[in-house]
Structure formats: structure tokens, C-alpha cells
């Protein structure tokens, strides 16, 4: 059976656009499947997903390349943590494909397996352990991708304690690595969690609104950190801040009741009239 022509990067197949003002998909060539899986690193497709009969996601498709940092913004209930749920493995969807890497079928894979495969989360709460100091969690968070129990007791050996120093330094926490983690400044548990993450050397980083609760400073402080990370980790950042996803933003997809609104630069985006009218009733998203 011939394959459906997919619109790459825009809404799903069955959005025609219309009468009642549902956005057309972009309109870009058609590629065949085989080769859509070669050229991204992570592709969602036609992905739904129903709560007691409510669509949370509704024919969503999200096409990541390797390196790139994706800003996914959108009014509350838009689908977005819903969006990361199917990619870690935590929710199943009633429809759709997930593919990482080409052969990884998301969707027939655990949340340790994808985990493992390379697919790392941040969640908004930061979740370091409190007592722990910040050298002391970035050591566990090494240790933990080892199931062995003896690992997490063996000392770390000189390549693993630099590359640790290296990510202590990227985070900006050296003057804090003996402090508790209890004792941090909320910021400063956010980048220590980041960190945490990177010791793991993930393929693809989810970050659920890591500037939530930042002062101002802190929230530069992160662009800098994941603007340095941009190449090295394929990232998906969704946040609601939109100064800083401004401030981030390559490309930026909109999500609106569970599906791709519009794409572009944040520029093309916060002009687009449906993204307008989809954040605030009409007042602009920034
Ligand atoms: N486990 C669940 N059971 C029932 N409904 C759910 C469940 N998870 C999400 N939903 C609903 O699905 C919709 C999408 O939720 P989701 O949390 O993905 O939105 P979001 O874009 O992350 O919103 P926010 O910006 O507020 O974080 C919402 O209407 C939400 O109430
Ligand atoms: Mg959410």
C-alpha cells in the first residue's frame, strides 16, 4: 500500500486547512519514509493521543535534526509535556509513529530503554538530591547509567573525574561543587540537573520550562549554557518564557490542541495571527 503524503513539518495529514480557519500544513516536498528516518534524528508522525475521549495530541508530526535546539511553545493544555511523554516512553498514543535514530521505534521501547538509547528529560521541578553535594550528584548521575551495584561504590577514574570537571565548569557550579545541593539557589539546581543530564552524554535533551522561577540573571545565565550546548545535543526546550525563547530560538514550533499550529523563526511565529489568537485571544505572544 502506497504511503500517505505526509507535509513535512507542518500539521497533520488530515488538516486541509479550511472553513473554519484550521491552518494548512506547510507545504514542503514530499519524502518517502525510508529517507525522512535517515534525515532526522527524532520523527513523530500523525501522533495521537485521547485522555477519556479528549485528544491531547491530535495528529502531531515533529521532524528534529541532529544538533539542532528546538523551541515548542504554546498556550496551556497545548499538548506539550504530552509531546515528551511519547518520546520517553511514559504515555502510548492511539495512533502515530516515533523513531529515533532511524531504527528505534520509540513506541515499542520502555522508558529505560529510551533512556538508555540516549533520550534524557529535565523535568520543572528540579530533582537533585538535596543532601548530596554538587560534585556528589554529578558523580552519582555518572555512575547511575551503570546498573551494576558495585559501580556506584568504585571511585571514578581520572578520564571520568575531567570530564565530570568539564561539565562542572560548562554549568558554572565550580564554586559551588562542595555545597550541598539543599543549599543552592533554585537556578543553580536547574544547571546542577542539566549537568546531571549531560554526564549521561545524551543524543537528545527534553527540557520541560527549565527557566520557570529563574530570577533574571539565572535566566541569561541559561542561555548562555544551552547556546554552548547547541550542536553537541540535539534539544527540545519548552518553555513559556517567550523573552527567552527569543533569546534561544532557532526554529520554533507552536503547538495548539495537540498539534503543529506553525513553524518558523520566532519572528515568523509570534506575526503568524492564528498563534496570536491561539496565546491570548489576540494580544501578542511577546
Ligand atoms: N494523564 C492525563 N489524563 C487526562 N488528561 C490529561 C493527562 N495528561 C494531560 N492531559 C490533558 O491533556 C492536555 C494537554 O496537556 P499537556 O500537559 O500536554 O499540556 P501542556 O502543553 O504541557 O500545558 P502546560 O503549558 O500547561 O504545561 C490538557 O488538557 C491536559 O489536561
Ligand atoms: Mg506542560
Same mark, same amino acid.
Given at each position: ?9 507542518? /500539521? ?18 514530499? #519524502? ?54 511519547? #518520546? ?12 529515533? &535514530? ?11 530503554? #529510551? /533512556? &538508555? ?27 547511575? &547509567? ?20 568539564? #561539565? ?14 539543599? /543549599? ?32 533574571? &540573571? ?69
Amino acid at each position: 500500500m502506497r504511503e500517505p503524503k505526509i507535509a513535512l513539518w507542518g /500539521a497533520s495529514s488530515k488538516d486541509a486547512g479550511g472553513p473554519n480557519g484550521e491552518p494548512a500544513p506547510l507545504k514542503l516536498p514530499w #519524502i518517502p519514509k525510508v529517507q525522512r528516518k535517515k534525515l532526522y534524528i527524532l520523527l513523530l508522525e500523525d501522533i495521537s493521543v485521547s485522555f477519556d475521549g479528549f485528544k491531547a495530541l491530535d495528529g502531531l508530526n515533529l521532524y528534529l535534526t541532529e544538533g539542532e535546539l528546538r523551541c515548542v511553545i504554546g498556550p496551556n493544555g497545548a499538548g506539550k509535556t504530552t509531546m515528551m511523554d511519547i #518520546i520517553t516512553g511514559h504515555t502510548r498514543p492511539t495512533q502515530g509513529e516515533a523513531w529515533f &535514530q532511524e531504527t528505534i521505534n520509540l513506541l515499542e521501547k520502555d522508558e529505560v530503554f #529510551i /533512556a &538508555q538509547a540516549g533520550i534524557c528529560r529535565k523535568f520543572q521541578k528540579p530533582s537533585v538530591f538535596e543532601s548530596l553535594t554538587t560534585w556528589e550528584n554529578l558523580e552519582l548521575a555518572l555512575k547511575a &547509567q551503570k546498573t551494576v551495584w558495585s559501580t556506584l561504590k568504585a571511585k571514578l577514574k581520572a578520564p571520568e573525574k575531567d570530564f565530570l570537571k568539564s #561539565i562542572l565548569e560548562l554549568i558554572r557550579l565550580e564554586p559551588v561543587e562542595n555545597k550541598v545541593a539543599g /543549599a543552592l539557589s533554585h537556578g543553580q539546581k536547574q544547571w546542577l540537573e542539566i549537568g546531571m543530564l549531560l554526564s549521561q552524554k545524551p543524543k537528545v535533551l527534553l527540557l520541560d520550562e527549565p527557566v520557570a522561577g529563574m530570577t533574571a &540573571q539565572e535566566i541569561e545565565r541559561t542561555v548562555e549554557l544551552l547556546m554552548s550546548l547547541e550542536g553537541e545535543h540535539t534539544i527540545v526546550l519548552v518553555e513559556h518564557d517567550m523573552e527567552f525563547v527569543r533569546q534561544v530560538a532557532r526554529k520554533v514550533t507552536v503547538l495548539h490542541q495537540g498539534r503543529v499550529l506553525a513553524e518558523g523563526t520566532m519572528d515568523s511565529v509570534s506575526s503568524n495571527p492564528q498563534v496570536v489568537e491561539a496565546y491570548l485571544g489576540g494580544v501578542s505572544i511577546c
